[in-house]
Nanobody
Framework: QGQLVESGGGLVQPGGSLSLSCEASGFTLDLDYYAIGWFRQAPGKEREGVVCMYSRVSGGAIYAKDSAKGRFTITRGNAKNTVYLQMNSLKPEDTAVYYC?????????????????????WGQGTQVTVSW
Protein backbone atom coordinates (compact mmCIF):
# COMPACT_ATOMS: atom_id res chain seq x y z
CA GLN A 1 0.00 0.00 0.00
CA GLY A 2 1.21 3.46 -0.79
CA GLN A 3 1.97 6.18 1.68
CA LEU A 4 2.35 9.92 1.98
CA VAL A 5 5.55 11.52 3.24
CA GLU A 6 5.68 15.04 4.60
CA SER A 7 8.80 17.17 4.84
CA GLY A 8 9.79 20.76 5.46
CA GLY A 9 8.85 21.23 9.09
CA GLY A 10 11.09 22.92 11.61
CA LEU A 11 11.54 25.81 14.00
CA VAL A 12 10.59 29.28 12.80
CA GLN A 13 10.15 32.61 14.55
CA PRO A 14 6.74 34.28 14.75
CA GLY A 15 6.01 36.11 11.52
CA GLY A 16 8.19 33.74 9.53
CA SER A 17 7.33 31.28 6.76
CA LEU A 18 7.64 27.58 6.07
CA SER A 19 6.84 25.44 3.07
CA LEU A 20 5.76 21.86 3.67
CA SER A 21 5.82 19.16 1.01
CA CYS A 22 3.76 16.02 0.72
CA GLU A 23 4.85 13.30 -1.68
CA ALA A 24 3.03 10.10 -2.47
CA SER A 25 5.03 6.92 -2.55
CA GLY A 26 3.76 3.65 -3.97
CA PHE A 27 0.69 5.11 -5.59
CA THR A 28 -0.22 7.89 -7.97
CA LEU A 29 -1.73 10.86 -6.21
CA ASP A 30 -3.94 11.84 -9.10
CA LEU A 31 -5.46 15.11 -8.00
CA ASP A 32 -8.02 14.83 -10.77
CA TYR A 33 -9.74 12.32 -8.53
CA TYR A 34 -8.26 12.62 -5.03
CA ALA A 35 -9.13 15.24 -2.48
CA ILE A 36 -6.05 16.36 -0.54
CA GLY A 37 -5.86 18.02 2.83
CA TRP A 38 -3.43 19.35 5.37
CA PHE A 39 -4.20 18.73 9.03
CA ARG A 40 -2.45 19.54 12.26
CA GLN A 41 -2.46 18.29 15.81
CA ALA A 42 -1.17 20.29 18.75
CA PRO A 43 -0.34 18.60 22.06
CA GLY A 44 -3.47 17.69 23.96
CA LYS A 45 -5.76 18.65 21.11
CA GLU A 46 -7.66 16.82 18.43
CA ARG A 47 -6.36 16.66 14.89
CA GLU A 48 -7.97 19.43 12.87
CA GLY A 49 -8.25 20.17 9.19
CA VAL A 50 -6.47 23.34 8.15
CA VAL A 51 -6.78 23.56 4.37
CA CYS A 52 -7.91 21.21 1.64
CA MET A 53 -8.33 20.99 -2.09
CA TYR A 54 -11.24 19.39 -3.89
CA SER A 55 -10.49 16.82 -6.54
CA ARG A 56 -10.23 18.43 -9.96
CA VAL A 57 -13.31 16.57 -11.19
CA SER A 58 -15.20 18.13 -8.29
CA GLY A 59 -14.07 21.59 -9.28
CA GLY A 60 -10.65 21.88 -7.69
CA ALA A 61 -11.82 24.49 -5.17
CA ILE A 62 -9.93 25.15 -1.97
CA TYR A 63 -11.21 25.40 1.59
CA ALA A 64 -9.22 26.98 4.42
CA LYS A 65 -10.26 27.36 8.04
CA ASP A 66 -10.63 30.94 9.19
CA SER A 67 -7.32 31.05 11.07
CA ALA A 68 -5.48 29.91 7.92
CA LYS A 69 -7.12 32.19 5.38
CA GLY A 70 -4.72 34.67 3.87
CA ARG A 71 -1.73 32.91 5.45
CA PHE A 72 -1.75 29.26 4.30
CA THR A 73 -1.82 28.17 0.65
CA ILE A 74 -2.19 24.64 -0.71
CA THR A 75 -0.86 24.00 -4.18
CA ARG A 76 -0.20 21.09 -6.51
CA GLY A 77 3.32 20.41 -7.60
CA ASN A 78 4.35 20.09 -11.22
CA ALA A 79 4.94 16.43 -10.47
CA LYS A 80 1.65 14.67 -10.03
CA ASN A 81 2.61 13.09 -6.75
CA THR A 82 3.42 16.24 -4.79
CA VAL A 83 1.37 18.78 -2.89
CA TYR A 84 2.66 21.78 -0.97
CA LEU A 85 1.53 23.89 1.97
CA GLN A 86 2.98 27.39 2.07
CA MET A 87 2.61 28.95 5.49
CA ASN A 88 3.25 32.66 6.00
CA SER A 89 2.93 35.00 8.98
CA LEU A 90 3.25 32.07 11.34
CA LYS A 91 2.05 32.42 14.92
CA PRO A 92 2.94 30.45 18.05
CA GLU A 93 -0.55 28.92 17.97
CA ASP A 94 0.33 27.31 14.62
CA THR A 95 2.75 25.02 16.47
CA ALA A 96 1.69 21.43 15.83
CA VAL A 97 2.49 18.26 13.94
CA TYR A 98 1.28 18.76 10.38
CA TYR A 99 -0.09 15.89 8.33
CA CYS A 100 -1.11 15.59 4.73
CA UNK A 101 -3.89 13.22 3.78
CA UNK A 102 -5.63 12.07 0.64
CA UNK A 103 -9.15 10.80 -0.05
CA UNK A 104 -9.36 8.47 -3.03
CA UNK A 105 -13.13 8.91 -3.06
CA UNK A 106 -12.53 12.52 -4.02
CA UNK A 107 -14.63 13.63 -1.06
CA UNK A 108 -13.75 15.05 2.34
CA UNK A 109 -13.17 18.63 1.31
CA UNK A 110 -16.28 20.81 1.30
CA UNK A 111 -17.19 24.46 1.10
CA UNK A 112 -18.11 24.44 4.79
CA UNK A 113 -15.19 22.44 6.11
CA UNK A 114 -13.07 19.31 6.09
CA UNK A 115 -14.29 15.85 7.00
CA UNK A 116 -11.14 14.13 8.24
CA UNK A 117 -12.86 10.73 8.48
CA UNK A 118 -13.17 10.62 4.69
CA UNK A 119 -9.41 10.84 4.21
CA UNK A 120 -7.94 7.36 4.00
CA UNK A 121 -4.23 7.86 3.28
CA TRP A 122 -2.13 9.72 5.85
CA GLY A 123 1.46 10.71 6.27
CA GLN A 124 3.49 10.36 9.45
CA GLY A 125 3.56 14.09 10.09
CA THR A 126 6.17 16.80 10.35
CA GLN A 127 6.70 19.04 13.38
CA VAL A 128 6.26 22.78 13.00
CA THR A 129 7.32 24.92 15.95
CA VAL A 130 6.77 28.68 15.97
CA SER A 131 8.76 30.28 18.76
CA TRP A 132 11.43 32.91 19.53
Amino acid sequence: QGQLVESGGGLVQPGGSLSLSCEASGFTLDLDYYAIGWFRQAPGKEREGVVCMYSRVSGGAIYAKDSAKGRFTITRGNAKNTVYLQMNSLKPEDTAVYYCAAADSGYGCYAHGISKHEFDSWGQGTQVTVSW
